[in-house]
């Protein structure tokens, strides 16, 4: 009975995280599978992101603009790595690489020391860890918003060859698609999003750090991975695809806080997320090794 008290009060925290946390997973989603790009960048745009936000915040601009720029600031990081692989040829995960490299400095830059702090005492933050409830509220009001944009943006024309250079290369560019283009889009529309994430999550913590994007990209993949296991056969509709990556970020988080509850080492949190998502990304190859071999036996048994 105490364990399952213990974990009903963690609910709301793992909740919010898992919530603001999906916004960075559905900029993962964009650039992992609709654009089929290997996109390291999130690990430094989540903190430039954060950075910015609280930077402005300190310097007593609205919230509004704040998180503008936030966006903005994690959609040039995405633009940098977009331009550093369709101009200068650099491979995807290597120009994600260079990128996530260069924003440890550039985030440094930005902050003045390796940690800014953003106290709801003195500022009206959009999310608290004090109030965790409204922090819930708050991050589904934002996910909502965000993935009706984005359902609505990937319907018109200029999305749909976002989709379709993701989907086939060469097939758009015979359609008359600059595939470079859409990449660039894709990977500024996905860091930006991103960096709304680190903005929300800065107000949350009340802080942000120079690491704190460090192994980003690990739970992003979890949420989109664990989503598509889970719910890839249910839901067909794009809109609930990208709710799927957000659940996928909240269920992620609700493991977490359990095997936390059950005794689990937190310095040993980076091994453990390392482990779910090879698990999770084992998953579905493990089934269609499993149907490749079922149909091969019914084959077999119909000759």
Known sequence: ?????????????????GLIWGIMALGVYITYKVLDYSDLTVDGSICTGGAVAALLILNGVPMVFAMLAAFVAGALAGLITALLHTKMGI?????????????????????????LAVSVDKFPLLVSVRDQTGACIVGFIFVVIIIAVLYWFFGTELGCAIRATGANPNMSRAQGINDSTMKLLGLVLGNGLVGISGALYTQYLGSVTVNMGRGAIVIGLAAVIIGDVLFGKIFKNFALKLFSVVLGAIIYYMVTAFVIRLGLNTDDLKLFSAAFVAIALFIPYFRSKHQIKAAKGGSGKNA
Not at 6 to 14: C, E, F, I, K, V
Request: aromatic share 2%.
């Open 1 to 17: 009975m105490d364990l399952l008290a213990s974990l009903l009060r963690m609910m709301p925290d793992a909740i919010a995280q």
């Open 91 to 115: 491979p995807p995960i290597l120009s994600g690489i260079l990128t996530q490299l260069a924003l440890y400095s550039i985030n440094l830059r930005i902050m003045g020391k390796a940690m």
